[in-house]
């Protein structure tokens, strides 16, 4: 039996709603949250409708409220104004004066006699009166007595339903029988978790002449060229110590050469683990000035986290029992058949000892707060358990609520949604290998489709030390700068492992294998990055473009376009009003009125070796646009400007090249004046 036969209202399917409330939906501060519920009743009576809202541990809650659509959908939204966990409820109910309001013009639009409704009128507001504070109890008398008048009953109806009594009315209602959902959480993170652009770069290919280990002075010498990029983000993979049993050689050789560097994901030697640096890099006071330059350059340190160690690790000599043993008592080594990384020892998560374990691994993330380490990439994190990471990203952020955790899980995609919702910030995807438009566009639709852009954040990266596409080895540098539009501009958060991508140093291992021969992974290289083919400066037009339009800043709202010539894809993206200018703001620019509207239009040729025209059908509505009215589109990257009519239009791009527009629409006078010519 409910708990009262009186409440008439039903709240159904409340959203967005990630597994049923299990997880929470993904904001960051700034970034609104547009709450949708199908609420109906029996009968013809109006409902009433709020949106609860309140940051997790508040007594009080704020409220909206909600907005009816056709098919009994209700809206309204909010933004969170701080970090942390939010939570946020629907509440209805049959609203009286509402249903009274809306029938007495219906009766009176057909001619009828209302002096009845009008004595139910004064008695409903006269009701209202008796629960409603002093002030509004004395508006609400006052209003009664006017509908009770000697007036004609068509001009007392015309008050009786106008907006001003409306108004008082919504706000003394006592909102009888009123039903309410259970409450749903939102974890509201730093603008970063949605806004980012990485660069990624080893250490120890940082020094300026060849044939020497780069140290972090050379990486704090190579910050302003990271900088006048425009990368916010600067990544770099392990900086511990390499170990030296089993280590490999250059080009993952089994066996390594004398002076070869081994791969840094062997993590442990006699110099330390995990909470060490390689002595080579220099000092924890080096790495401690380089990330303190970094900060002041408007850069922040992201460092690697890789649970797994070499066989010269010193949990080897002091947890034996944290690993997985062989038959003949030796500890196994990595593999994912017919790959073998006989240089790494993975832990064994089912291990007796699992909760020592586990809390050593939480305090490695934890010691970089030393130097205010706020973003972790994570290595493989789909080859440990689950539950794992659930505790071990609370717990980080329990400390530090403004830790961001990039996932680099490429496996399948409920996998990766999995560890989305368990409280990954963001993620690697599957973008590299989305190279048609019809690809492109299945993908990102399904990315952008709640319920998954509700918890999963995609990071678009067109290349890794570990993913080299036949793509780029195939289309060089168009194919790169197409690859680097398409990763800036559809997805919010991106980035590039370098020097490697702006030099497009895209010759492989061997045919069909996708990585770089001579990997950094396994060798030192020495960089020109001063070479005139370098796609830096096209790179930093690109980063700028992003920084100044905020439709580039965030990933919900994009719409394809139709083209006739499948090399190309086009696709728009639009920020409305003042919510959605949350990179803007928070990266410090002039502040934008709330009418303000950004809107940027996408056109890219992927194909890497031939010139290709189209004609564009633009959905004009979803760039705002007057559907009779002609329209300017500024391209950002050549600074040309067209005058377009209609969405029918023209294009024509270079092997690999784009167009980055601007739709710039037509002031009222310029309206006003194509009006009258």
């Not at 603008?191 to 002449?209: D, G, I, Q, V």
């Not at 380490?373 to 990203?393: E, G, S």
């Not at 399948?412 to 990954?424: E, N, Q, S, V």
């Not at 040309?640 to 092997?655: E, F, K, M, S």
Request: hydrophobic share 35%; charged share 25%; net charge negative.
């Amino acid at each position: 039996m409910p708990q009262s036969g009186q409440s008439r209202a039903v709240i159904d399917a409340v959203r967005p709603c990630v597994d049923g409330g299990r997880f929470p939906v993904k904001r960051v501060v700034g970034e609104a949250v547009r709450v949708e519920a199908d609420i109906v009743s029996d009968g013809h009576d109006h409902l009433g409708s709020v949106l609860l809202y309140r940051k997790r541990g508040q007594r009080s809650w704020g409220e909206v409220r909600m907005r009816e659509l056709p098919n009994d959908l209700w809206v309204a939204e909010f933004t969170p104004s701080e970090m942390g966990e939010w939570e946020y409820a629907v509440r209805a109910w049959i609203d009286p004066f509402e249903t009274w309001r809306l029938d007495l013009r219906k009766r009176v639009d057909a001619g009828q006699d209302v002096t009845v409704d009008l004595e139910i009128g004064v008695r409903i507001i006269r009701r209202t009166a008796e629960q409603a504070s002093p002030k509004l109890s004395a508006e609400l008398d006052s209003w009664a007595q006017r509908l009770a008048s000697d007036e004609s009953q068509v001009d007392r109806a015309r008050l009786g339903w106008g907006d001003a009594l409306a108004g008082i009315m919504w706000d003394a209602a006592p909102r009888r029988h009123a039903v309410e959902s259970r409450p749903l959480r939102v974890v509201v993170e730093r603008t970063k978790a949605l806004f980012s652009a990485w660069y990624e770069m080893f250490p120890r290919s940082a020094c300026a002449e060849p044939g020497r280990h780069g140290t972090f002075a050379d990486v704090e010498k190579r910050l302003p060229y990271v900088a006048e990029a425009g990368f916010d983000v600067l990544y770099l993979p392990p900086i511990h110590p390499i170990g030296q049993s089993h280590r490999k050689g250059r080009n993952n050789a089994p066996t390594a050469a004398e002076g070869d560097v081994g791969s840094c994901w062997a993590i442990g030697s006699k110099e330390g683990g995990h909470k060490s640096i390689h002595p080579e890099l220099g000092t924890i006071d080096d790495f401690g000035r380089l990330v303190e330059s970094a900060r002041e350059l408007g850069i922040e340190m992201a460092m690697d986290l890789a649970y797994q160690c070499s066989r010269d690790h010193p949990y080897v000599r002091e947890h034996p029992e944290w690993f997985l043993h062989r038959p003949d008592g030796t500890i196994q080594y990595a593999e994912n058949p017919p790959k073998k990384y006989q240089d790494i020892y993975p832990f064994d998560f089912e291990c007796e000892d699992w909760r020592a374990l586990w809390e050593e691994f939480k305090m490695i993330p934890l010691c970089r707060t030393t130097h205010v380490i706020r973003i972790c990439r994570v290595d493989n994190p789909h080859a440990k358990p689950m539950p794992f990471w659930d505790w071990l990203i609370a717990e980080v952020r329990r400390e530090h609520p403004d830790t961001i955790f990039l996932s680099e899980a490429f496996t399948r995609p409920k996998k990766m949604y999995r560890l989305a919702k368990g409280g990954f910030t963001q993620s690697y995807t599957y973008i590299a290998w989305r190279n048609g438009p019809q690809d492109l566009r299945e993908y990102l639709e399904e990315l952008t489709s709640p319920p998954v852009c509700d918890f999963f954040r995609p990071n678009f990266w067109p290349n890794t030390p570990d993913i080299l596409t036949a793509y780029l080895q195939e289309g060089g540098r168009p194919a790169a700068m197409a690859r680097l539009v398409l990763a800036a501009t559809l997805s919010s958060s991106y980035g590039i492992y370098g020097p490697v991508f702006e030099l497009c140093d895209f010759t492989p291992r061997g045919p069909g294998i996708e990585e770089n021969l001579d990997s950094e992974k396994y060798q030192i290289r020495h960089w020109r990055l001063d070479d005139p083919w370098s796609l830096m400066p096209f790179i930093s037009l690109v980063n700028r473009i992003r920084r100044e339009n905020p439709a580039l800043q965030q990933f919900r709202d994009i719409t394809f376009h139709h083209c006739d010539n499948p090399a190309h894809v086009a696709y728009s993206k639009r920020a409305r009003g003042r919510a959605d200018f949350v990179g803007t703001l928070a990266a410090g620019d002039v502040e934008r009125d709330a009418d303000d509207e950004n809107v940027i239009l996408c056109v890219v040729n992927t194909n890497p070796f031939e010139e290709q025209w189209g004609c564009l059908r633009l959905n004009l509505a979803a760039l705002g646009v007057d559907g009779g009215a002609s329209f300017t589109v500024c391209d950002l990257l050549s600074g040309a400007r067209y005058v377009w009519h209609g969405p029918d239009n023209v294009v024509g791009l270079p092997p690999g090249q784009s167009h980055i527009f601007r739709i710039e629409k037509a002031s009222r006078s310029e309206r006003d004046f194509e009006t009258w010519a």
